[in-house]
């Protein structure tokens, strides 16, 4: 979930004293703690090593060899990275995996910002909002799926329909080349703007009213006041919502699979699908293996390269 | 600290600043008033496609195609309910992502109090380094971990069980995160008398410390509990037999079985069906859920 790997400073006496004494020098006291402090993590280190670490060497192993499940993995050295970097259909899932991400990720913050603004104001209601804007996020992406495919039919659909009321022929939506994407960009929108607007409304609610105070007295106006206190203060918020958003984004499945299944002419296929789609249709396990680690790499870039640039923007950004 | 129980009322009193209150008083109004209409044109696009569903589920097929389309249906059809229990093994999808969700949920719950324990009120060498390092594969993308993970639940012969979807998902980096940033906060003096007692500290632990960790709990079992329950890619590779299906994977599969004519009221009705559990859940817990959200987002 979180990224972020500061660990807020202990402030409790508990945790203060944080002794780090060696073995030989501890008393049978403090080693029957330290023994029962490692037994606690067991179930977590056992996972660890199990379902982590093993199958991430796992992965990096497969990427270089030809794997099929029946037979052993033969080991091929770069040809799944060779096949992969000259293959047209690879390149333009890569490219699609980009639209979506960032297709999604900006507007969704803009308009989450939007909204928790607006949702932040005192008057009445505002707990409902809160509510409505969020349920889209906690429904079932396949229930989701389902009723945007029927506002997307191209008959029967309501998008169609009210199209239809003032005049204008609609487009096919998801069987189209191109508005295929866009269609799904805009349902990912609805999905996901009120995990992002929940996040910026507890940010906003954390700004001290003295700052705002402050500013009035010494007549500022109501812009200077955003860019110049909420939006620094916001700052550790968004950087938040965009690092987690681009790593979603990155790995996006469910509505690919479920209402397009990569179509038409896959232009809908990302990576994940892909992925997907060679290791478990076509047995491919090498090869899909390979475009993981690709996958892998550039979310790493992406996530290290908005670590470096935050010092840049994020308010308090230590580390 | 995780612990504080902020909800998050508006209550910013930002109108009441250094300007005199008649004119400010009516300009707040139609400030109101506008950012109403704006939300709630908004909300109709937000709930539209729920209200349309729920509408449908009660509809005729007949009345599905009909031009101009109804909201409210001409006679509420209840048997579109019966028959999709008839027809799909609804209840039973249900029933698995239930058992398969519960199990993990209270692994996730055991596993990461304990191990918050361990990382916020116990000393042994190496405890911040780990958690640091433990913390740190929350960044490992899961999509990478697909094949080689499904290779390992096939040497375990795993596949097509419950077992692939549960035992892997018990642990928890973040419920790990979120459980100790609790405990941290909770006052030594609570376990001091139970120690002085001579009580153990796996007592200590049961009886002292998770009952009063009782939010932060109930807010790591909803977010196990709804991340598990929606889940569709790792089952959808796990899972063979129809009879094991998860909801939405059953749900999915109901969907696709009507390549043309599509009965969309029945399709409609089990999605809503499908919606409510998750939802009511939801509505119950928001308070934690949202607690979750401002411990991750902000203080992590």
């Given at each position: 979930?979180?990224?972020?790997?500061?660990?807020?400073?202990?402030?409790q006496?508990?945790?203060?004293?944080?002794?780090?004494?060696?073995?030989s020098?501890m008393?049978?006291l403090?080693?029957?703690?330290?023994?029962?402090?490692y037994?606690?993590?067991?179930?977590n280190?056992?996972?660890?090593f199990?379902f982590?670490?093993?199958?991430m060497l796992?992965?990096?192993?497969?990427?270089f060899?030809?794997?099929?499940?029946t037979?052993?993995?033969?080991f091929?050295?770069?040809e799944?990275f060779?096949?992969m970097f000259?293959?047209?259909?690879?390149?333009?899932?890569?490219?699609q995996?980009?639209?979506?991400?960032f297709?999604m990720?900006?507007?969704?913050?803009?308009?989450?910002l939007?909204l928790?603004?607006?949702i932040?104001r005192?008057?009445?209601?505002?707990?409902?909002?809160?509510?409505?804007?969020f349920?889209?996020?906690?429904t079932?992406s396949v229930?989701a799926?389902?009723?945007?495919?029927?506002?997307?039919?191209p008959?029967?659909?309501?998008?169609n329909?009210?199209l239809?009321?003032?005049?204008?022929d609609?487009p096919?939506?998801l069987?189209?080349?191109r508005?295929a994407?866009p269609?799904?960009i805009l349902?990912?929108w609805?999905?996901?703007?009120?995990?992002?607007?929940?996040?910026?409304?507890?940010?906003?609610?954390?700004?001290p009213?003295?700052?705002y105070e402050?500013?009035v007295?010494?007549?500022?106006?109501?812009?200077?006041?955003?860019?110049?206190i909420?939006?620094?203060?916001?700052s550790?918020?968004?950087?938040f919502v965009?690092?987690?958003?681009?790593?979603?984004?990155f790995q996006?499945?469910?509505?690919?699979?479920?209402m397009t299944?990569?179509g038409?002419?896959?232009?809908?296929?990302?990576?994940?699908l892909?992925?997907?789609?060679?290791?478990?249709?076509y047995?491919?396990?090498?090869?899909?293996s390979a475009?993981?680690m690709v996958?892998?790499?550039?979310?790493?870039?992406?996530t290290?390269?908005?670590?470096?640039?935050?010092?840049?923007?994020v308010h308090?950004?230590?580390d | 600290?995780?612990?504080?129980q902020?909800t998050?009322?508006?209550?910013?009193?930002l109108?009441?600043v250094?300007?005199?209150?008649?004119?400010?008083?009516?300009a707040?109004r139609v400030?109101?008033?506008?950012?109403?209409?704006?939300?709630a044109?908004?909300?109709?696009v937000?709930?539209g496609?729920?209200?349309?569903m729920l509408?449908?589920s009660?509809k005729?097929?007949?009345e599905?195609?009909?031009?101009?389309?109804?909201?409210?249906?001409?006679?509420?059809?209840w048997i579109n309910?019966l028959v999709?229990f008839e027809?799909?093994?609804?209840?039973?999808?249900?029933?698995?992502?239930?058992?398969v969700?519960l199990?993990?949920t209270l692994?996730?719950?055991l596993?990461?109090?304990?191990?918050?324990?361990?990382?916020s009120?116990?000393?042994?060498?190496?405890?911040?380094?780990i958690?640091l390092?433990?913390?740190?594969t929350m960044?490992?993308p899961?999509?990478i971990?697909l094949?080689?993970?499904?290779?390992l639940?096939?040497?375990?012969?795993?596949?097509?069980?419950?077992y692939?979807?549960?035992?892997?998902?018990?642990?928890?980096?973040w419920?790990?995160?979120l459980?100790?940033?609790?405990?941290?906060?909770?006052?030594r003096?609570?376990?001091?008398?139970a120690?002085?007692?001579?009580?153990?500290?796996?007592?200590?632990y049961?009886t002292?410390?998770?009952?009063?960790?009782k939010?932060?709990?109930?807010?790591?079992?909803?977010?196990t509990f709804?991340?598990v329950?929606?889940e569709?890619l790792?089952?959808?590779i796990i899972?063979?037999?129809?009879?094991?299906f998860?909801?939405p994977?059953?749900?999915?599969?109901?969907?696709s079985?009507?390549?043309?004519?599509?009965?969309?009221?029945?399709?409609?009705?089990?999605?809503?069906?499908s919606?409510?559990?998750?939802?009511f859940?939801?509505?119950?817990?928001?308070?934690?859920y949202?607690?979750g959200i401002?411990?991750?987002?902000?203080?992590?």
């Open positions: 979930m979180t990224v972020s790997a500061q660990v807020p400073a202990p402030s006496p508990v945790a203060a004293a944080s002794p780090r004494p060696r073995w020098e008393s049978g403090a080693r029957r703690e330290a023994i029962e402090g037994l606690f993590l067991l179930p280190i056992v996972a660890f199990v982590l670490a093993g199958p796992a992965a990096v192993y497969f990427a060899t030809n794997y099929d499940l037979w052993p993995p033969r091929t050295f770069l799944n060779q096949v000259t293959n047209d259909l690879f390149w333009q899932v890569f490219g995996t980009f639209y979506w991400a297709g990720v900006p507007a969704t913050i803009v308009l989450a939007g928790a603004l607006m932040n005192e008057m009445r209601g505002v707990l409902t909002y809160r509510l409505v804007y349920i889209p996020h906690v079932l229930a799926s389902i009723v945007w495919l029927w506002v997307y039919h008959d029967v659909g309501f998008l329909l009210l239809g009321y003032v005049g204008i609609g096919q939506w069987l189209n080349r508005t994407m269609s799904l349902m990912g609805w999905k996901s703007v009120g995990f992002a607007m929940l996040i910026f409304l507890a940010g906003l609610q954390g700004i009213a003295e700052l402050a500013a007295m010494d007549g500022a106006n109501p812009r200077q006041r955003f860019w110049s909420t939006v620094p203060m916001l550790p918020a968004i950087f965009m690092v987690t958003s681009i790593i979603g984004a996006g499945f469910d509505v690919f699979y479920l299944r990569g038409p002419a896959n232009v809908t296929t990302t990576m994940v892909h992925i997907y789609n060679n290791g478990f249709l047995l491919k396990m090498g090869f899909a475009m993981a996958l892998f790499a550039t979310i790493m870039i992406f290290l390269g908005q670590w470096v640039y935050a010092r840049n923007w308090g950004f230590a | 600290m995780a612990v504080k902020e998050l009322q508006p209550a910013r009193k109108e009441a250094g300007q005199d209150g008649m004119s400010k008083s009516s707040k400030g109101d008033l506008f950012t109403h209409l704006i939300l044109a908004g909300s109709i937000m709930v496609p729920f209200a349309w509408s449908s009660f005729t097929q007949y599905i195609y009909k031009f101009p389309p109804t909201l409210i249906p001409e006679s509420i059809q309910y999709v027809q799909t093994a609804l209840g039973r999808y249900v029933g698995n992502s239930m058992f969700s199990s993990v692994g996730v719950l596993t990461s109090s304990l191990a918050g324990y361990s990382f009120r116990l000393h042994f060498p190496g405890r911040d380094k958690f390092m433990y913390l740190g960044m490992i899961g999509a971990l094949i080689p993970s499904f290779v639940m096939r040497t375990f012969n795993w596949i097509d069980t419950y692939a979807l549960i035992v892997p998902g018990v642990v928890s980096a419920g790990t995160f459980m100790r940033q609790f405990m941290m906060s909770i006052p003096e609570l376990e001091d008398a120690y002085i007692d001579g009580a153990t500290r796996l007592r200590i049961w002292v410390i998770l009952p009063v960790s939010p932060v709990i109930a807010t790591l079992a909803i977010f709804m991340g329950w929606n569709l790792w089952p959808v899972l063979r037999s129809p009879e094991k998860t909801l994977m059953g749900l999915a599969k109901f969907q079985r009507f390549p043309n004519r599509t009965p969309w009221h029945l399709i409609m009705a089990a999605s809503t069906l919606v409510l559990p998750i939802l859940l939801f509505m119950a817990g928001q308070k934690y949202v607690q401002v411990t991750t987002g902000l203080k992590g």
